[in-house]
């Protein structure tokens, strides 16, 4: 089944304690990337990555740092996270940055940071 | 920068009704639109992609059309029932290869 996992579906930490959202996608896709969705704020982009090793910064990127080593995987990392990144964050991909194409999402990570 | 809006906010109707949801961008140098349906707590799905080229897309009950140069785009869902019930986000694929969301319209299909 073409899919993009998240992982993990819930995560409670506390302030400075690095983290990681794991991010895959079994499509074979070139095109990832990052959202945060806040109440009265909507979905935001973080980072995207047009391909392996190519990555840039979406709206919100402060506080956040990812990579792109490999083509299925799109790793969001946290190095010292902060009650205002207390949100719901989604990975989505689609075939490609530069063809026309349907952008698929995960289910969505909720991040409590206390 | 673009912004995207939608209108109404939220929606309430009665289970058999036809709707109409809509969304407006303010730069019109788009790849795609795309619609999307979030249920409480989950992920997204999406319904309906429309290209910069094309006028409307319809799947099933849903017909979305896009109308680029006055950078808008609806949504018409026929006959709607409860299980419609979800909030509903379109999205515009930039040329600055980004996506940006709407703040989307929370719908009521009541039975």
């Known amino acids: 089944e073409a899919q993009v996992t998240q992982n993990p579906r819930y995560l409670i930490t506390v302030t400075g304690k690095k983290l990681t959202v794991t991010c895959s996608q079994n499509?074979?896709?070139?095109?990832m990337s990052w959202y945060r969705q806040d109440p009265g704020l909507g979905l935001r982009q973080i980072y995207y990555?047009?391909?392996?090793?190519?990555?840039d910064k979406g709206d919100v990127p402060e506080g956040y740092k990812v990579s792109r080593k490999e083509k299925r995987n799109f790793p969001l990392i946290l190095e010292s996270p902060s009650p205002n990144q207390t949100s719901l964050y989604f990975c989505?991909?689609?075939?490609?940055?530069?063809?026309?194409?349907?952008?698929?999402f995960g289910q969505g990570t909720r991040l409590t940071v206390v | 920068k673009q912004e995207v809006t939608q209108i109404p906010a939220a929606l309430s109707v009665p289970e058999g009704e036809n709707l109409v949801l809509n969304c407006s961008f303010t730069?019109?140098?788009?790849?795609?639109l795309q619609w999307f349906r979030q249920d409480p707590g989950k992920g997204l799905t999406s319904l309906l992609l429309i290209q910069s080229s094309q006028r409307e897309q319809t799947s099933g009950r849903l017909n979305a059309s896009l109308d680029k140069s006055s950078g808008r785009s609806t949504l018409y869902i026929a006959a709607s029932q409860p299980g419609d019930s979800a909030t509903y986000l379109c999205a515009v694929y930039n040329y600055g290869q980004n996506f940006v969301f709407g703040p989307g319209t929370r719908l009521s299909v009541l039975p």
């Open positions: 499509m074979n896709h070139e095109y």
């Open positions: 990555s047009m391909n392996v090793e190519v990555t």
């Open positions: 989505a991909s689609s075939l490609s940055g530069t063809v026309r194409t349907e952008a698929f």
């Open positions: 730069d019109s140098a788009i790849y795609n």
